[in-house]
């Protein structure tokens, strides 16, 4: 039994038909593998659906460019390709400039090297900075990550805490900053919450107290905007296997402004990142530019589908994409307030959509054998502790009318998941 009121089912129906009916984007989502069955998806934001398209890019890479030309592919496209698609994806959805993205190992590796290198630059300009500041709710392999480098290079991390249907806000990142800090490691959409940072304020709050900043950006690549130069980003990476649709484990992105490529020393010291590949020399001398932030052979295979979706953000326009997010996340918190709120279900995740990415969480004791329960359904959210249903709303892949039949399918698990306790 639901309490699910018949009438405002009807209100909302007619709401997501008028939605669907209005939004630009409507004929895209049939461009995925998938979207004329009745599953629904809520989580893209953890591993995008595929295009269609892509499927005939990865056939025809085996017969035409690895079947092909094979060895050759290296000197023809392989060995620009990171660069390439970094350009690409600097240019459609992280508001970069050509030559300061290129796609590398998993976002793991790469802050990795990228907070290592950060901290010793920091460091070697003045010794007093040897503090990381990172979140207390950050994504695990962002503290472990944090962690590791403090014990390893004699540093030190300052924790922000920040709430947990929120994130960390100007004052919180301002009491935490200070002459000790070397380097701060945000996420711009909180994995948990959904909360959307101010990126380019807290970029500022970081660079006022002498220190670099990573950002995080695996929650906001291809589905809220990015501006990287504009907001003078230091560092960044992102996953895309989650709104670029790159499959799984495709690899990372990583950003460096300019400025500091060539003031940078990244830890993994491999040939792929060095000045001449193929002298083989006796030493090893980082190349200039982004280069020098790879190590090993890239995975090109990995990197090809995300090039279908490039090109999708390339047509639509990433502001388009983040005006449907921020209608199918408005619409989501609108049915949870009508339907779930009355079982005591609450939203954990902001509510003014402009403090928002493009996922909510909905909060309930029960929520993670609900998720079990809705996977054997074909409606598939995910389960973030504590007793959050994460649902992620992949705006160029997702309808309305799928919003809000996976929500009345949360709605019965829930009840059934009470009736049961
Ligand atoms: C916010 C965030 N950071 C980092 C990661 C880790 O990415 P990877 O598994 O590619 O290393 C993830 C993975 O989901 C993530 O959501």
Avoid at 92 to 112: E, R
Avoid at 266 to 282: E, L, R, S, T, Y
Avoid at 395 to 403: V, Y
Wanted: hydrophobic share 45%; glycine share 10%.
């Amino acid at each position: 039994m639901t309490s699910a009121d018949p009438l405002a089912v009807k209100t909302l129906a007619d709401e997501a038909s008028a939605l669907d009916a209005a939004d630009p984007l409507r004929d895209r989502r049939d461009l995925f593998v998938g979207a004329e069955t009745s599953l629904v998806y809520f989580d893209g934001n953890s591993l995008g659906r595929p295009l269609q398209a892509t499927a005939g890019r990865l056939a025809r890479f085996v017969q035409e460019e690895w079947g092909g030309r094979l060895i050759r592919g290296w000197d023809e496209s392989w060995m620009q390709l990171p660069f390439d698609i970094g350009d690409a994806l600097g240019r459609t959805a992280l508001g970069a400039a050509p030559g300061q993205t290129v796609i590398g190992d998993s976002t793991t590796v790469l802050l990795y090297k990228l907070v290592r290198a950060a901290f010793d630059a920091a460091v070697a300009a003045d010794p007093a900075r040897v503090e990381i500041v990172v979140d207390r709710d950050n994504f695990p392999t962002d503290r472990y990550i944090v962690e590791g480098i403090a014990a390893e290079r004699g540093g030190r991390v300052r924790w922000v805490e920040a709430p947990l249907d929120a994130g960390v806000d100007a004052d919180a990142l301002r009491s935490a900053v200070g002459p000790a800090t070397a380097v701060v490691v945000l996420s711009h959409v909180a994995y948990r919450s959904g909360y959307l940072a101010d990126a380019a304020a807290l970029t500022r709050i970081a660079h006022d107290a002498g220190a670099l900043i990573v950002w995080d950006l695996c929650h906001s690549a291809g589905s809220v905007p990015v501006q990287a130069d504009a907001w003078e980003f230091d560092l960044a990476v992102g996953c895309t296997y989650k709104y670029l649709n790159g499959g799984p484990g495709s690899p990372a992105f990583a950003y460096l402004a300019t400025r500091l490529q060539d003031r940078l020393a990244q830890p993994i010291q491999g040939w792929m990142g060095a000045d001449d590949v193929f002298a083989m020399g006796p030493a090893y001398r980082p190349a200039h530019g982004m280069r020098r932030f790879l190590s090993g052979t890239p995975p090109i295979v990995g990197m090809l589908a995300m090039q279908d979706t490039l090109a999708l953000l390339d047509e639509v326009g990433i502001e388009a994409v983040r005006d449907k997010s921020v209608a199918l996340t408005s619409f989501a918190v609108r049915v949870a307030d009508a339907q779930l709120a009355p079982l005591g279900v609450t939203v954990a995740s902001p509510r003014d959509p402009s403090a928002r990415g493009g996922h909510v969480t909905l909060s309930h004791p029960a929520m993670r054998a609900v998720t079990a329960r809705l996977w054997t359904q074909d409606v598939i959210p995910d389960y973030r502790d504590p007793g959050g249903l994460r649902i992620g709303l992949s705006p160029l892949s997702t309808s309305f009318a799928e919003t809000l039949a996976g929500l009345e399918s949360v709605a019965v698990a829930v009840s059934a998941a009470q009736a049961e306790a």
